[in-house]
C-alpha cells in the first residue's frame, strides 16, 4: 500500500511552549514525513507494496524497509501519546484499569515517571521509550534503539517519546532529561488506556 501522513491530532503551535512550533514543523512535516516518502520509494513495485504496515514490520529483515517503516509506526503513535495541556486545574492522570496497574507494577505513578527518566537517559545515541504491557501482562518501561519498537518483541505499546535529538534539541538542545519531563506532561492517558485494554483482549484471547 501507499503510506501517508495522517493529520497531526492537535495543532502545530498547541504543544508550545513545551515543544515549539517549529521543533513540530520540522519532526512532523520534514522528519516524519521524509521516512513515509521513503518507505514508499522502496517497496514500490515490490511484493512489499501489499502489506500492511504492521505486516511489513513483523515481515521484514534489518535493513532500510524496516527502519522506515518503523519509523512511520513510532511516530504515529507519538503524537497520538501526547495532547495540549489541560487548562489549569484540570489533571488527566491516569484512570481505571491502568492506574490499578501502574500501582501493581510500579509501586506509584511517581515511580512510573523515575523509570521512565531512567529509560530516557540509557538510550545511548537514538531510540525511544516506551510504556509497554508485556506478554505476561504485566506493565514495564523499555527503551529501543534507533527504529525498533515493541512490537518486534510482542508486547503491546501504552505509549512512546522520542528521545532522538531531533525531537528535542531546538527547544532544549541536548538536555534531554528537561525535553523528558516536559514530555511527561503532555502525555495522553487516554489514549494508554485505550491500547492498555487492547492489549488485555489480546492477551485474554492468546
Ligand atoms: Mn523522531
Not at 493529520?7 to 515549539?20: E, K, R, V, W
Not at 520509494?41 to 514490520?57: C, N
Not at 545515541?125 to 501482562?137: C, F, K, N, P
Amino acid at each position: 500500500m501507499v503510506f501517508t501522513l495522517a493529520p497531526l491530532p492537535f495543532a502545530l503551535n498547541s504543544l508550545a511552549p513545551l515543544l515549539s512550533q517549529t521543533t513540530l514543523e520540522l519532526h512532523y512535516g520534514k522528519h516524519h514525513q521524509g521516512y513515509v516518502d521513503q518507505l514508499n520509494r522502496l517497496i514500490e513495485g515490490r511484493p512489499e507494496a501489499e502489506l500492511t504496515l504492521e505486516e511489513l514490520i513483523l515481515q521484514s529483515d534489518e535493513g532500510p524497509i524496516l527502519n522506515n517503516a518503523a519509523q512511520h509506526w513510532n511516530h504515529t503513535f507519538y503524537w497520538a501519546s501526547m495532547l495540549p495541556l489541560p487548562a489549569p486545574g484540570v489533571t488527566r492522570d491516569p484512570e481505571g484499569d491502568l492506574f490499578t496497574a501502574i500501582n501493581v507494577d510500579f509501586g506509584s505513578l511517581i515511580a512510573l515517571r523515575e523509570e521512565f527518566r531512567s529509560a530516557a537517559a540509557a538510550v545511548f545515541g537514538s531510540g525511544w521509550v516506551w510504556l509497554v504491557r508485556r506478554a505476561d501482562g504485566k506493565l514495564a518501561v523499555t527503551h529501543t534503539s534507533n527504529a525498533d519498537l515493541p512490537l518486534r518483541q510482542g508486547q503491546t505499546a501504552l505509549l512512546c517519546c522520542d528521545v532522538w535529538e531531533h525531537a528535542y534539541y531546538v527547544d532544549y538542545q541536548n538536555v534531554r532529561a528537561k525535553y523528558v519531563d516536559q514530555f511527561w506532561k503532555l502525555i495522553n492517558w487516554r489514549f494508554a488506556e485505550q491500547n492498555f485494554g487492547q492489549g488485555a483482549k489480546s492477551v485474554r484471547s492468546a
